[in-house]
């Protein structure tokens, strides 16, 4: 599997942005896949999931104001950012549900997000 985060960048407070993944090496359309994030100093998070067939889910952080999705046809998973806020800088990476527990080596380099006052 390879894993091709990205979208990341440097934001302000209360800007927005959309994260792309693609998720290739195989076919996932039947995996839940994950967007995690880990601040410096902190572990992984998941902060937002979606099932194969489109359900999501959410951590409290950020419910309301992230929005997960997915596009199987093209093995593209999305994660748009709203009402950003700087708790929310981190590295995010996109994960399939078997990978959740590792190998870490296989999440790629994911996509660095900081959000500024």
């Known amino acids: 599997v390879q894993l091709q985060a990205s979208g990341g960048g440097s934001v302000q407070v209360g800007g927005s942005l959309r994260l792309s993944c693609v998720v290739s090496?195989?076919?996932?359309?039947?995996?839940?896949i994950g967007w995690y994030r880990q601040a410096p100093g902190k572990q992984r998070d998941l902060v937002a999931s979606?099932?194969?067939?489109?359900?999501?889910n959410y951590v409290d952080s950020v419910r309301g104001r992230f929005t997960i999705s997915r596009d199987n046809a093209k093995n593209t998973v999305y994660l748009q950012m709203s009402s950003l806020k700087s708790e929310d800088t981190a590295v995010y990476y996109c994960?399939?549900?078997?990978?959740?527990?590792?190998?870490?080596?296989?999440w790629g380099q994911g996509t660095e997000v900081t959000v500024s006052s």
């Open positions: 090496g195989g076919i996932y359309s039947l995996n839940t």
């Open positions: 979606i099932t194969d067939r489109g359900v999501p």
């Open positions: 994960v399939p549900d078997f990978l959740w527990e590792g190998p870490y080596t296989y």
